[in-house]
């Protein structure tokens, strides 16, 4: 079983009932694998989805999946690992976003696959 957490632009196709990503994932979760998001790439999803034409379908289908994921919620811990982060990227060069660095560090807290098309995570192994 693999576990799986979830950038915001891999949570924003889940709200789109015949995209390829969310039946990937409907399917994923059948087999038991289990799927997340974390408060402050919620917080970006629960915005985007929010904005758009389609907000109240978004959000209705948002609320049938909500039961389906696991939300990691950012402590402490993820906040100082989220800065440190950032501090050793930036010194070598690289600019890592608040939001990113924390989504990087729930991942790595709870050992979890970023799924992801954002290439700001490259440089974090």
């Given amino acids: 079983m693999a576990n799986y957490l979830l950038d915001t632009n891999h949570a ?25 998001v974390c408060a402050p790439a919620l917080s970006e999803f ?13 959000r209705q289908e ?34 890592l976003e608040t939001v990113d660095a924390l989504i990087a560090a729930v991942a790595i807290r709870y050992d979890l696959t970023l799924l992801t098309t954002d290439g700001d995570f490259l440089p974090i192994t």
């Fill in 46 to 58: 629960l915005f985007g989805i929010g904005v758009l034409l389609r907000a109240v379908q978004n």
């Fill in 12 to 36: 924003s196709p889940l709200v789109t009932l015949h995209h390829r990503l969310r039946q990937r994932v409907l399917d994923e979760i059948r087999n038991r694998h289990s799927f997340g």
């Fill in 62 to 95: 948002w609320d049938n999946l909500r039961p389906r994921l696991t939300i990691y919620q950012v402590g402490e811990a993820d906040a100082e690992m989220a800065a440190d982060l950032q501090i050793t990227l930036r010194r070598r060069g690289i600019q």
